[in-house]
């Protein structure tokens, strides 16, 4: 099965954004993953809006921007403005999902909903044909460089099936915690997205990475 690979600039070289950028650029990959962080949400703050500015000016890529911050429907129209082309919201940030969705909808861009580790996924029941993607969160967010949490792989199932039932066209991103060890296996599970950033960005080769993380390869295959 084929996926999307989505590089999170959270774990690049900061110092050298502009030349991290480029190799992404220049790579395979489909997307580039923002995370932005306020430090309220998450106990950690990343980047704001002109990173995002910057980074809109250095690719023609799609920009994934995943918005960890309280009360995202302040900031939507600025996103909306900077570039981006999909925007997804924490469903534990906000109580306006549904004023959200239609905003970036009536923007012509991509919505999508991000649900953390320890949140049923049932909640995401009345907004999963509404949605363009949902992120599933194999680490806590706020950090870069997490483990993987072996239980996301239930709830992907979970979640695979919920889309199934509903009929919905919601493209599922798996971020955090993906590698070499366990991208198969969530390809294999339904995964359209993978969100991978320390795996990538700790690689000699970001463009081989990102390729071999598109691939199928064989189930008795050691990756």
């Given at each position: 099965m084929s996926v999307k690979v989505s590089p999170s600039i959270l774990a690049a070289d900061f110092a050298n954004l502009s030349l991290?950028?480029?190799?992404?650029?220049?790579?395979?990959?489909?997307?580039?993953?923002?995370?932005?962080?306020?430090?309220?949400?998450?106990p950690n703050i990343s980047f704001g809006m002109p990173?995002?500015?910057?980074?809109?000016?250095?690719?023609?890529?799609?920009?994934?921007?995943?918005?960890?911050?309280?009360?995202?429907?302040?900031?939507i129209t600025e996103f909306i403005n900077l570039g981006s082309d999909i925007i997804t919201v924490h469903i534990e940030a906000t109580n306006n999902l549904n004023q959200i969705i239609n905003k970036i909808h009536e923007s012509s861009l991509k919505a999508g909903i991000?649900?953390?580790?320890?949140?049923?996924?049932?909640?995401?029941?009345?907004y999963i044909k509404k949605v363009d993607l949902i992120c599933l969160m194999g680490v806590n967010?706020?950090?870069?460089?997490?483990?993987?949490?072996?239980?996301?792989?239930?709830?992907l199932k979970e979640?695979?099936?919920?889309?199934?039932?509903?009929?919905?066209?919601?493209?599922?991103?798996?971020?955090?915690?993906?590698?070499?060890?366990?991208?198969?296996?969530?390809?294999?599970?339904?995964?359209?997205?993978?969100?991978?950033g320390s795996y990538i960005f700790n690689s000699p080769d970001y463009n081989i990475a990102v390729s071999y993380t598109h691939l199928t390869l064989p189930t008795n295959r050691e990756v």
């Open positions: 991290e950028c480029s190799k992404i650029d220049k790579s395979n990959a489909d997307w580039f993953h923002l995370d932005v962080m306020d430090g309220l949400f998450v990173v995002v500015k910057t980074i809109r000016q250095l690719t023609k890529k799609p920009l994934d921007v995943h918005l960890m911050i309280v009360e995202p429907e302040k900031y991000a649900i953390n580790p320890e949140t049923p996924i049932s909640e995401l029941k009345e967010p706020g950090f870069a460089g997490q483990k993987f949490i072996e239980s996301t792989k239930e709830r979640l695979k099936q919920l889309i199934i039932s509903s009929e919905s066209t919601a493209l599922i991103e798996v971020d955090g915690g993906v590698n070499k060890d366990n991208f198969q296996d969530l390809k294999s599970n339904g995964a359209d997205v993978l969100v991978a």
